[in-house]
């Protein structure tokens, strides 16, 4: 069976092996070596990647009968005696995580008698999930002031194995569903928490450096914390003060004041839009009442013909609507464009049937779809320019009258 170093030393990323067995996971060569310190994923862990003889290390997985599997991006080195490294960043980066999770979850113990019930780590988020739901705000704090206590007393971290007899005798506060060894693998954060791990960690809580909760949302029955530790809890950092300061300059206030600045500019949006709104409707009666004193009389009927170029369908709607709302009126609307609109309209004293000549200027447009009632129908939806639309709006115009007559 392949011997698990990383289980007493997580610090050695460089050492020799015997390749022992080469074989294939899935469609890609793998071997399995004598002596490794390539982590399998596991625990919540990812693995570890690297170089075994020169040749990159992709993926380690346990196999089903125990043996470490090291799988090859190529064909495996053809000698049996093989130079290994491991990628120390990666592997540190987990050790972080990884160390700053058990000092979490005891500090959740602690703190707000909350229990882990599962852990998750990967390249960029940490997580545990926990047995409680609704952890207040400041409750958070107090275990992030916890944890951080620990990280700065430096105490040391250190993986035992403890015979099945003398569990009992532990405080461990989660059995791993599978052992590869003869006994019990336990980490002790001195004087502050005893989990049964078969992980990498640090070897002293202040290689930590810092641990910074990111977020707490209710999930299932519990909660989920997401959390940085060490270089993660750097970078976030890093990226975070960057754009708050970006928000602060722009808003020429001070950081701590974004969130009011924010506040203010909402606001003040909401108004301008209300505002604008306001002045909309009244232009819009203003050019109502522009456009039916200028429409000409045709056998006692205004008749109010206009080509909106570049309006919104809705508000030229509206209009259409008010305007329609006079006695003996008719108005015709079109909006040019890539789907040209055309509206017609008629007060309610006239009895025209306005679906006919919509048809007569779907006609001239050369293609169209639409309808409605006979006081007002609309449609369009071909490509037609301002001239095309006010030809269209001349056929409909003929059809009402001729009809009428
Ligand atoms: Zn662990």
Known sequence: ???????????????????????RAGDRPAVVLDRTYFYPTGGGQPHDTG??????????????DGEVLHVLASD???????????????RFD????????????????????????????????????????????????????????VITEDRPVTPRLVVPENASGVRVRRIPGQLHTEGLRVVEVEGFDT?????????????????????????????????KCGGRALRDYRQK???????????????????EAVDRLRAELKAAQRDLRAATRQLAEFEGERLLAQAPTREGVRVVRQVF???????????????????????????????????????????????GPLQAAFAVLGGGRGGG??????????????????????AAEQAIFESAS
């Open 373 to 394: 009632r006979p006081d007002f129908c609309q449609g369009g939806g071909v490509q037609a320019d301002a001239m095309q639309v006010a030809a269209a709006l001349d």
């Open 195 to 227: 989990t049964a791990c078969g992980g990498t960690h640090v070897s002293r809580t202040g290689e930590i450096g810092i641990i910074k909760i990111i977020k707490v949302e209710n999930h299932r029955e519990g909660s989920r914390v997401e959390f």
């Open 309 to 355: 170029e570049g309006r919104d369908p809705g508000d030229v709607r509206t209009l259409v609507s008010r305007l329609a709302e006079s006695d003996r009126v008719v108005v015709l609307a079109g909006i040019p464009g890539e789907k040209a609109q055309l509206i017609l309209a008629r007060s309610a004293d006239l009895p025209t049937n306005l679906n």
């Open 1 to 23: 069976m392949t011997e698990r170093l990383y289980y007493d030393d997580s610090r050695t990323t460089e050492f020799r092996a015997t390749i022992v067995e080469r074989t």
């Open 94 to 149: 987990f050790m972080q995580q990884h160390t700053g999770q058990h000092i979490l979850t005891q500090a959740f113990v602690q703190v707000a008698d909350a229990h882990t019930i599962a852990f998750h780590l990967s390249e960029d988020t940490v997580t545990i999930d926990l047995d409680r739901a609704d952890i207040p705000p400041r409750v958070l704090d107090e275990v992030e002031d916890l944890v951080n206590r």
């Open 241 to 259: 003060h960057a754009i708050l300061d970006r928000l602060s300059n722009e808003l020429t206030v001070g950081y701590w004041e974004v969130g």
């Open 76 to 90: 495996p080195p053809g000698e049996d005696e093989v130079e290994c490294r491991i990628d120390a960043g990666r």
């Open 51 to 64: 170089v075994i003889g020169g040749v990159e290390v992709v993926d380690v997985q346990t196999r089903e």
